[in-house]
């Protein structure tokens, strides 16, 4: 069904056009101090797959979103992701010196400019949704599906489950592992594929079906992570590797072994795809998205 559909080539245009628009975005920042301005960018334009703005991309393009519209989305999204990243690499979470390959925030400036960092662009992507051209009943949908995307009800609250579940005394069943990434990383990724949805005007039935396909390709990503964590190196992660097992965290091959973990993913990917049966090639890139997210290997 993906006959012909180039992904690499997509995605680079994808992401040069964030970059662009993250770009224009953080050197807009006259009145940030000089040194918070310099971090935000640090954090933001060093990198990164961009997996959050390409699936919005994608999502607004088998929804027949067309222009630029959906970049104030794409961008806010990944605002949102490299503040959590900051905020996680934190000596008082995972406590990492290493991301996308370079020094983390609070090592390259320090821990309290990361704390500040993280809070400055989780309020530039509001900001940045609220601004967007787009219909206002839109704009504050999307303000709405960020914001439970990424609190207490998602990413944050997903966070101290995962804080909750080291050590000896965890709960250690694969219903329990999979609220925990249902929450820390697939609410936020199911909220790209959605906003990519609404910012293309999507009708009930076409969101209904690709907030289907981001929850379940949601968690194929936390599981291929986890085996990643486990599998791949430091330079090819440009993390560091073996935290997880390191600090005693619940993953998916503690549970199930790494290749039933690996084969789990690849049966996640088989049922998104199946997701978008109803979608003709407009769906292409996402199709292609779900198997890249499995087969990765960083």
């Known amino acids: 069904m993906n006959e012909g559909f180039d992904l690499k080539t997509f995605s680079a245009d994808a992401i040069r056009r964030v970059d662009e628009a993250l770009s224009k975005r953080l050197g807009d920042l006259a009145t940030t101090p000089p040194r918070l301005a310099e971090a935000m960018r640090y954090a933001v334009l060093g990198g990164g797959k961009r997996v959050r703005p390409v699936l919005a991309i994608a999502a607004f393009q088998a929804a027949a979103g067309h222009g630029d519209a959906v970049l104030p989305v794409a961008g806010a999204l990944e605002l949102i992701h490299t503040y959590s990243l900051v905020h996680d690499d934190l000596p008082a979470m995972d406590n990492d010196d290493l991301r996308r390959g370079r020094p983390t925030c609070h090592?390259?400036?320090?821990?309290?400019?990361?704390?500040?960092?993280?809070?400055?662009?989780?309020?530039?992507?509001?900001?940045?949704?609220?601004?967007?051209?787009?219909?206002?009943?839109?704009?504050?949908?999307?303000?709405?599906?960020?914001?439970?995307?990424?609190?207490?009800?998602?990413?944050?609250?997903?966070?101290?489950?995962?804080?909750?579940?080291?050590?000896?005394?965890?709960?250690?069943?694969?219903?329990?592992?999979?609220?925990?990434?249902a929450h820390k990383t697939g609410a936020l990724l199911a909220s790209s594929v959605r906003m990519g949805a609404l910012a293309a005007g999507a009708d009930t039935a076409t969101l209904v079906a690709l907030t289907d396909f981001g929850r379940t390709i949601g968690l194929a990503f936390q599981v291929a992570d986890d085996v990643l964590d486990e599998t791949a190196d430091t330079a090819t992660l440009g993390k560091t590797a073996g935290k997880d097992s390191a600090q005693g965290k619940l993953t998916y091959p503690l549970l199930m072994g790494t290749e039933e973990a690996r084969n789990f993913a690849r049966s996640l990917k088989d049922e998104a795809i199946t997701r978008l049966t109803s979608f003709g090639p407009g769906a292409a890139p996402l199709r292609a998205l779900a198997t890249y997210i499995v087969e990765r290997d960083r």
């Open 107 to 181: 090592k390259a400036f320090d821990e309290a400019t990361a704390i500040l960092v993280g809070d400055g662009l989780q309020s530039l992507a509001f900001t940045w949704l609220a601004e967007a051209d787009l219909p206002e009943t839109t704009r504050l949908r999307l303000v709405s599906e960020l914001a439970a995307a990424a609190g207490p009800w998602g990413m944050v609250g997903g966070q101290m489950l995962d804080m909750e579940a080291e050590g000896k005394n965890r709960p250690r069943t694969l219903d329990h592992l999979r609220t925990i990434h």
